[in-house]
């Protein structure tokens, strides 16, 4: 479940110490951070993104711990892996591809690979010119902007050029990936 809940001004600093209950009276695996703040700093609109494992019912923002999870992202020897349990999307943290591979877990529970090989963000002008993002080399930037332990989301940008160097577009990819599910989102922002 993904939700919006919103404060008044002052009334939340963090959201540290808050807890997703559900109708069993149990803290349910949660994530919170401030989607946009007042003027003073405090929270105005906290999102919220919480597994509903307690099944129908009521699910309460309240005081309190929300259950120990580990995170879904880890960098590792250069590389930025968003793991669900169902599927690892693997990116190269030093933003020279915009995807290394998506790989699944198996009946095994052992992860293959569904597609490997470097991924590109190809447009085709009127003219038929066509516009790489890795003709940039180099120039993505990678930041993880969730990292779990619901949802994790890693944002990409750069630009697309075209093989004499002209640009067309930036571009903004976000792959997001939730605990537990086998779906990998991929949507892509042109600026």
Same mark, same amino acid.
């Given at each position: 479940v993904e939700t919006s809940v919103?404060? *008044?001004?002052?009334? !939340?600093?963090s959201p540290e110490k808050l807890a997703?209950?559900?109708?069993?009276?149990? $803290?349910?695996? $949660? %994530?919170?951070?401030?989607?946009?703040n007042w003027p003073d700093g405090t929270i *105005?609109? !906290?999102i919220v993104v919480f597994e509903a494992s307690a099944g129908p019912g009521t699910y309460?923002?309240?005081?309190?711990?929300?259950?120990?999870?580990?995170?879904?992202?880890?960098?590792?020897e250069g590389r930025i892996v968003a793991n669900t349990g169902e599927v690892a999307v693997t990116i190269s943290a030093a933003g020279d591809s915009l995807l290394q591979s998506i790989a699944a877990?198996?009946?095994?529970? %052992?992860?293959?690979?569904?597609?490997?090989?470097? $991924?590109?963000?190809?447009?085709t002008r009127h003219d038929g010119v066509t516009f790489h993002a890795s003709l940039k080399g180099k120039s993505s930037r990678v930041h993880i902007e969730e990292r779990g332990p619901? *949802?994790? *989301?890693?944002? %990409?940008?750069?630009?697309?050029?075209?093989?004499?160097g002209e640009k067309l577009f930036n571009y903004i990819l976000r792959?997001?990936?939730?605990?537990?599910?086998?779906e990998v989102f991929a949507s892509v922002t042109w600026i």
């Amino acid at each position: 479940v993904e939700t919006s809940v919103p404060f *008044r001004r002052g009334e !939340l600093r963090s959201p540290e110490k808050l807890a997703v209950v559900g109708p069993d009276g149990k $803290a349910v695996l $949660a %994530q919170m951070r401030s989607g946009s703040n007042w003027p003073d700093g405090t929270i *105005r609109w !906290l999102i919220v993104v919480f597994e509903a494992s307690a099944g129908p019912g009521t699910y309460t923002l309240e005081p309190g711990d929300p259950p120990a999870t580990p995170l879904l992202v880890a960098e590792e020897e250069g590389r930025i892996v968003a793991n669900t349990g169902e599927v690892a999307v693997t990116i190269s943290a030093a933003g020279d591809s915009l995807l290394q591979s998506i790989a699944a877990a198996g009946s095994d529970g %052992q992860f293959a690979p569904v597609l490997t090989g470097k $991924a590109d963000l190809v447009l085709t002008r009127h003219d038929g010119v066509t516009f790489h993002a890795s003709l940039k080399g180099k120039s993505s930037r990678v930041h993880i902007e969730e990292r779990g332990p619901v *949802r994790a *989301r890693i944002r %990409q940008e750069g630009e697309c050029c075209a093989a004499n160097g002209e640009k067309l577009f930036n571009y903004i990819l976000r792959w997001t990936v939730y605990r537990g599910r086998p779906e990998v989102f991929a949507s892509v922002t042109w600026i």
